[in-house]
C-alpha cells in the first residue's frame, strides 16, 4: 500500500537540486546562510560553554563544529552546531506552529557533510529538510500547537533533521521512511520548556535525533513504515494531526519553505515588529513611558519576562523597547550580561507597559510614546515581508565580520564542501 510517508519519501528522494524551482533554491540558500549567521553568533553565547561540555561528554572526535576548530564527535557536534543556531534567539520560525526549522536542519547536516560534498547537495538537502518541516507542521491540529502542548521543533524537528542527513547520506525512499519510523521513536517537546534553557535543548535534541535515526538505519535496525499515520502512533495520529492531505497537496510545484520567517533582529520573533516600530518612533532623550501592545500570543510569550540573564531578555517586550530606543539599533551585545545591568536602560525598561490587544494580527505591534504611535502589522522577514538576499547576508556580515562572511558566501559557490568547511570551523 502506497502512504503518505511513501510519497513523501519518494519526492524526498526523487528530487534533485536542479528541479527545485529558483525561488525555493533562493530561499534554501538564505535559509542555510541565516542558519549560519546564528550559528557563529552562538559560539558566544553565555551557556556555551556548559552546553558544550555537556555535549561532548557524548563521546570525542574531529566533527566539525562551527567557530570551533577543536571539534567534536559526530553526536555531540549535532547538538553543538543545532544549539549554537538557536541560542541567541536569531534565528528562524515557522510562525503557524511556532517551529524553528533550521537549527535541526543545520546540526544535521555538518554531522553528515564530508569535504568531497557537492555543496549543491548541501542546499538541495536542507531545502528538502525544510520543505518536509514544515508540510509535516502544517497537517498538525493548529490549536494543539498554539496552545499549551506540543513544541513543534521537538515534535517535528527529527522528521526534517533525518531528511536533511538521509539524503546527505545517499538514502533510497524506502530507507528514509524506516529512518523516519526512528524520527517518530524520538520525537517529543512540550511548551513547558518555554522560559528555560531547555526551550534551546528541544532543537539540539532533534538535530541529534535525525543523525541517530539515520546512522542506526543504515546500520539495518530503521524504524516502521508508515511512520505518519501507522494506527498504532504515527506522527499524524499520536501528536493531533488534522489535515494529513496537507503532507502532499501541491507537492513539487507549491513550495511551503517559503512560510519560513527569518529574524532582521536578535530578539523573540513575536517582538520583530516591536523592534521596528520603536526604531520609526526613536528621538532623542528618554521618554517617560513607552507602551508596547501585542497580540495575545505575543503577549503571553514576552509580557512578563524581564532581563535577569541573555535569553529571558531576548524575549522581553520591556527590555527590548528599551535597548532599541536607547541604542537606535539591536545587537546582540545589548544583551550581553555587561548590558543588563545599564541602570539607564534597566530604567526604561521600567517604565515600559506592555497590554494585549486581541485586535492586533499574529506578529503584529503597536507602539506608543508621548502621544506618537507605530504600529506595524507585518513583521520585517516574514513571508509577507521577506529579507532579501542583501539583508540575509548583512546579517552573515554583523556574526561574522567582512572577510570570513566573505569566504562563508564565496564557499557556497564552490563545487564541494571543503572550502565551506573551512570557512565554518573558523
Known amino acids: ?24 533554491q533562493d530561499a534554501a540558500r538564505h535559509l542555510l546562510v541565516d542558519a549560519i549567521a546564528c550559528a557563529i553568533a552562538g559560539r558566544d553565547a553565555p551557556a556555551r560553554a556548559d552546553f558544550a561540555q555537556a555535549a561532548r561528554g557524548l563521546g570525542a572526535g574531529r566533527a566539525l563544529v562551527v567557530s570551533d576548530p577543536e571539534g567534536a564527535g559526530r553526536a555531540a557536534a549535532a547538538l553543538l552546531n543545532a544549539w549554537q543556531a538557536t541560542a541567541t534567539t536569531m534565528c528562524d520560525v515557522f510562525r503557524p506552529r511556532m517551529c524553528h526549522v533550521s537549527p535541526p536542519l543545520l546540526g544535521a547536516a555538518l554531522a ?24 509535516l507542521c502544517e497537517a498538525m491540529d493548529e490549536g494543539w500547537y498554539r496552545g499549551a502542548r506540543w513544541h513543534a521543533p521537538g515534535v517535528v524537528g527529527p522528521f ?27 520525537s517529543a517537546g512540550t511548551f513547558a520548556a518555554i522560559g528555560s534553557p531547555g526551550v534551546k535543548f528541544t532543537q539540539a535534541r532533534a538535530a541529534l535525533a535525525g543523525v541517530l535515526a539515520v546512522d542506526m538505519t ?3 535496525l530503521g524504524g516502521q513504515l508508515d511512520p505518519l499515520e501507522h ?8 501528536y493531533g494531526g488534522a489535515d494529513a492531505d496537507a503532507v502532499l497537496r501541491g507537492i513539487g510545484d507549491d513550495w511551503r519553505l517559503h512560510g519560513i ?3 532582521r533582529w536578535p530578539a523573540a520573533s513575536s517582538l520583530q515588529s516591536v523592534i521596528e516600530a520603536v526604531l520609526a518612533l526613536r528621538r532623542s532623550g528618554s521618554p517617560e513611558r513607552i507602551v508596547v501592545e501585542l497580540p495575545p500570543q505575543s503577549f503571553a510569550l514576552c509580557a512578563d519576562k524581564g532581563w535577569p540573564d541573555q535569553l529571558t531578555a531576548l ?15 539591536c545587537r546582540l551585545s545589548d544583551f550581553s550580561p555587561e548590558s543588563l545591568l545599564d541602570s539607564e536602560t534597566a ?18 505591534a503597536r507602539v506608543l510614546v508621548d502621544g506618537a504611535a507605530r504600529e506595524v502589522a507585518v513583521a520585517l522577514g516574514t513571508p509577507a515581508r521577506p529579507l532579501d538576499a542583501a539583508a540575509v547576508e548583512e546579517k552573515l556580515v554583523r556574526t561574522a565580520g567582512d572577510a570570513r562572511a566573505a569566504r562563508l558566501l564565496a564557499a557556497l559557490d564552490d563545487a564541494d564542501a571543503r572550502a565551506l568547511r573551512d570557512a565554518l570551523r573558523g
Open 112 to 135: 553528515t557533510t564530508a569535504d568531497d560534498t557537492a555543496v549543491e547537495e548541501v542546499l538541495r538537502a536542507v531545502a528538502i529538510g525544510a520543505e518536509v518541516t514544515v508540510r
Open 261 to 263: 520567517a527569518l529574524r
Open 218 to 220: 543504515r546500520a539495518g
Open 315 to 329: 524575549q522581553s517586550a520591556r527590555w527590548v523597547a528599551a535597548t532599541v530606543w536607547r541604542v537606535g539599533d
Open 160 to 186: 526534517g533533521a533525518a531528511t536533511t542527513a538521509g539524503l546527505l547520506s545517499g538514502l533510497d525512499a524506502e530507507t528514509l521512511e524506516r529512518t523516519w519510523g526512528l524520527a517518530l521513536l524520538q
Open 1 to 24: 500500500m502506497t502512504t503518505t510517508a511513501t510519497r513523501l519519501a519518494e519526492f524526498a528522494v526523487g528530487t534533485t537540486w536542479s528541479g527545485i524551482p529558483v525561488a525555493a
Open 231 to 238: 494506527p498504532d502512533g504515527g506522527l499524524l495520529i499520536a
Open 347 to 364: 530604567g526604561l525598561a521600567g517604565r515600559v507597559e506592555v497590554r494585549e490587544d486581541v485586535a492586533l494580527g499574529d506578529g503584529a
